[in-house]
């Protein structure tokens, strides 16, 4: 008979907040200002201000402009964000509450900060 695996563990932060942190994070220590890198990667500053504050989920291509008018490889970006939730999980800041909100269910990590992970992991 097959083991279960138990799954209840807690909820991974959700995406858009660990991106959204790892930008400003990158823009600030390059010590670059909102609307420059706004205006570099041809959108709004409102609009890079939600999503550096997790409230947009931005497409694919966005990310790409950010990532891109910051200087910053796609590759080491999504690395850096994988580090960061490492961190937070080894530091207990992901079961006592951290600075991530999750509002998607506990069980099985998904999407991409789960992806992220795995290829750190390999």
Same mark, same amino acid.
């Given at each position: 008979?097959?083991?279960? *695996?138990? $799954?209840?563990?807690?909820?991974?932060?959700?995406?858009?907040?660990?991106?959204?942190?790892? @930008?400003?994070?990158? /823009?600030?220590?390059?010590?670059?200002?909102?609307? =420059?890198? +706004?205006? /570099? #990667? !041809?959108?709004?500053? %409102?609009? *890079?201000?939600?999503?550096?504050?997790?409230?947009?989920?931005?497409?694919?291509?966005?990310?790409?402009?950010?990532?891109? #008018?910051?200087?910053?490889? @796609?590759? =080491? *970006?999504?690395?850096?964000? +994988? !580090? %960061?939730?490492?961190?937070?999980?080894?530091?207990?800041? *992901?079961?006592?509450?951290? %600075? $991530?909100?999750?509002?998607?269910?506990? !069980?099985?990590?998904?999407?991409?900060? +789960?992806?992220?992970?795995? @290829?750190? #992991? #390999?």
């Amino acid at each position: 008979m097959a083991e279960i *695996l138990d $799954f209840k563990r807690t909820p991974e932060p959700l995406w858009r907040e660990a991106l959204g942190r790892k @930008l400003r994070e990158t /823009r600030e220590e390059r010590g670059d200002r909102l609307v =420059d890198v +706004a205006d /570099r #990667a !041809g959108i709004s500053v %409102q609009y *890079l201000s939600e999503i550096e504050r997790g409230r947009k989920e931005p497409s694919s291509e966005m990310i790409a402009a950010v990532a891109g #008018a910051l200087g910053v490889d @796609l590759a =080491d *970006l999504l690395i850096g964000i +994988a !580090g %960061q939730v490492r961190n937070l999980r080894a530091s207990g800041h *992901l079961r006592t509450g951290s %600075q $991530f909100h999750t509002s998607r269910p506990t !069980g099985r990590p998904s999407g991409p900060v +789960a992806m992220v992970g795995a @290829l750190m #992991a #390999a």
